[in-house]
């Protein structure tokens, strides 16, 4: 009888002990999040961000590894705080911007290293040093985006416009770089991919027609394709098996087959210029780099790959085809 009520109040005591530390660290999360803000890449105040994201994105990476009870559950509904949180303190587009600013910047430190010299040198910092910090900046802030990506309401939210001409430009400028210089490990150039999948996998509840124009506009599936074309057997399993996605879920679409020539242009050209940007794609073959992907995604040992990416293989198989006629009429 003691021993049952004395077990019973030490319950009740390691509950509230639990409640309480989950307080306290729910609260040393939100805190995190306010401290985001706004600084030039590789400024002071930049820098000073870092540690606050690399922390945040190791509680969001946790969060999403949690088993969900029920997968259609709203993020209100859900255990995962750290989206939550940056929804609630209007931090979203903030990383967005962040990082859309940081792979602009990244870029002109990679083609002049007197800039990434006179950056490092503005902070005190070698080079090297600045290199190290800011691959945790961009590693950070990729794992946290893409944990805020895998739900509806954040994409409800975000600057859909920035977010997919972020996407074109990483996906273009990766393209026209070395597979063997290429850095996948929780990069953007590993993530973009999957937020491209995530934006049509929930088509339903954004403005579809909004964003299919967005897609056009920024020529995302011929760059995705030239993506997969040149950096296929660097990508692994889960990235060519997203960019498979991607291309079914256009494929299987109402806007692909009123305006297919916009998704798949018909010979070898340029993307039209990014619309804030205006940088120009390198002239690729969209309809070759379906067939290129098709051979990528069949190369998996799962009897039912061919089944789950029929539609994709059909078409593939039908520009073939064509292009076997063609030749054959030469």
Not at 41 to 51: E, M, T, V
Not at 111 to 133: C, W
Not at 204 to 230: N, Q
Not at 289 to 312: C, G, I, M, Q
Request: hydrophobic share 45%; aromatic share 4%; net charge negative.
């Amino acid at each position: 009888m003691f021993s049952r009520r004395g077990g019973s109040y030490e319950a009740a005591a390691d509950s509230g002990s639990l409640e309480e530390l989950t307080r306290k660290l729910s609260g040393d999360l939100r805190k995190h999040i306010r401290k985001l803000d706004h600084h030039p890449p590789l400024s002071r105040g930049w820098l000073a961000l870092i540690d606050s994201l690399l922390h945040i994105s190791n509680i969001a990476l946790m969060e999403h590894r949690l088993p969900r009870e029920d997968d259609t559950a709203t993020l209100w509904e859900g255990e995962e705080l750290t989206v939550r949180f940056l929804l609630e303190e209007g931090k979203l587009n903030l990383c967005l911007r962040l990082m859309h600013e940081y792979k602009r910047k990244r870029r002109e430190l990679d083609a002049d290293a007197q800039v990434a010299t006179r950056s490092a040198m503005e902070v005190d910092m070698e080079v090297s040093a600045l290199n190290a910090r800011m691959l945790v900046f961009e590693q950070s802030l990729t794992v946290l985006l893409k944990c805020a990506f895998e739900h509806a309401e954040p994409l409800q939210t975000v600057d859909m416009p920035e977010l997919l001409e972020h996407c074109a430009e990483v996906l273009e400028c990766a393209s026209a770089r070395p597979a063997d210089t290429l850095e996948l490990l929780r990069t953007q150039e590993s993530a973009v991919p999957l937020y491209v999948l995530s934006v049509l996998k929930r088509l339903e509840v954004l403005d579809e027609r909004r964003v299919c124009e967005l897609f056009k506009a920024c020529a995302l599936v011929p760059r995705v394709l030239h993506f997969a074309a040149v950096h296929g057997e660097k990508l692994g399993a889960e990235g060519t098996e997203a960019i498979g996605q991607v291309l079914l879920l256009v494929l299987e679409s109402e806007d692909y087959k009123t305006h297919k020539a916009h998704y798949l242009p018909p010979a070898l050209q340029a993307p039209p210029a990014l619309p804030t940007t205006g940088i120009v794609g390198a002239p690729t073959d969209a309809k070759a780099n379906l067939v290129l992907l098709k051979a990528l995604v069949l190369r998996s040992a799962e009897p039912d790959v061919k089944r789950k990416f029929a539609p994709l293989v059909r078409e593939a198989e039908a520009i073939e085809r064509l292009a076997r006629l063609k030749a054959d009429s030469l």
